[in-house]
Nanobody
Framework: EVQLVESGGGLVQAGGSLRLSCTVS????????IGWFRQAPGKEREGVSC????????HVADSVKGRFTISRDNAKNTVYLQMNSLKPEDTAVYYC??????????????WGQGTQVTVSS
């Protein structure tokens, strides 16, 4: 059974930090890029960051550049999203997803259930 399980969300004050984890099982983790997405109430889902299957390639959205860092530990089947200097506008449900294909056109086949991040002002 394919599973992506996010953890690490919670309530934090503006300026604080959180580290999200996405732990994967049920498929070959090493073959997939992993992306983090978020969706705030009333807004469309937004891509936040992604990392290639071996960790050599990463991308971070302009809205979080300089504040969020993505990394992966293939030995633990886990991808991390370190979020620093959090702002109230970062409040959303954060999802991880496993993607394959060209780096410029990843297709995300598997999704987690999401973890809530709330940043208070």
């Amino acid at each position: 059974e394919v599973q992506l399980v996010e953890s690490g969300g919670g309530l934090v004050q503006a300026g604080g930090s959180l580290r999200l984890s996405c732990t994967v099982s049920g498929f070959s983790f090493d073959d997939y890029a992993i992306g983090w997405f978020r969706q705030a109430p009333g807004k469309e889902r937004e891509g936040v960051s992604c990392i290639g299957s071996r960790g050599a390639s990463t991308h971070v959205a302009d809205s979080v550049k300089g504040r969020f860092t993505i990394s992966r530990d293939n030995a633990k089947n886990t991808v991390y999203l370190q979020m620093n200097s959090l702002k109230p506008e970062d409040t959303a449900v954060y999802y991880c997803a496993a993607g394959a294909g060209r780096w410029s056109d990843l297709k995300y086949d598997y999704w987690g259930q999401g973890t809530q991040v709330t940043v208070s002002s």
